[in-house]
């Protein structure tokens, strides 16, 4: 799993990760088609399907672990950065760091 994904930092990096890792969901149709058995290729029509059922439900389960353990991460932030802000109100960089995490755990969520 790409180092984008488990760490969360840039959350584009993260996007792009979470894009690749769902080429073979986009691709579907073609995949389907280059799966469907004839007589020339794939001798057996369900070990093919099962395969590519396989490679679905990874990819999806990898998918929502790096959506949660992403949330999880920012969530801790969030935390942590509260209670900075708590002990210095005046710190602008602190809120607008703040902000900026809590509106990525947003775009997660979405």
């Given at each position: 799993?790409?180092?984008?994904?488990?760490?969360?930092?840039?959350?584009?990096?993260?996007?792009?990760?979470?894009?690749?890792?769902?080429?073979?969901?986009?691709?579907?149709?073609?995949?389907?088609?280059?799966?469907?058995?004839?007589?020339?290729?794939?001798p057996?029509?369900?070990?093919?399907?099962?395969?590519?059922?396989?490679?679905?439900?990874?990819?999806n389960?990898?998918?929502?672990?790096a959506?949660?353990?992403?949330?999880?991460?920012?969530a801790?932030?969030?935390?942590?950065?509260?209670?900075?802000?708590e002990?210095?109100?005046?710190?602008?960089?602190?809120?607008?760091?703040?902000?900026a995490?809590?509106?990525k755990?947003r775009?997660?969520?979405?």
């Open positions: 799993m790409p180092a984008a994904i488990m760490e969360c930092g840039d959350f584009k990096d993260f996007q792009d990760a979470l894009r690749e890792m769902r080429r073979v969901d986009d691709i579907i149709v073609n995949t389907i088609n280059a799966v469907i058995p004839t007589d020339s290729f794939h057996d029509p369900k070990a093919s399907c099962r395969n590519l059922h396989e490679q679905i439900e990874s990819g389960q990898k998918r929502e672990a959506i949660k353990n992403c949330i999880t991460i920012s801790d932030k969030v935390k942590k950065l509260k209670e900075q802000r002990k210095n109100l005046s710190d602008i960089q602190l809120s607008k760091d703040l902000r995490e809590q509106t755990v775009r997660t969520l979405t």
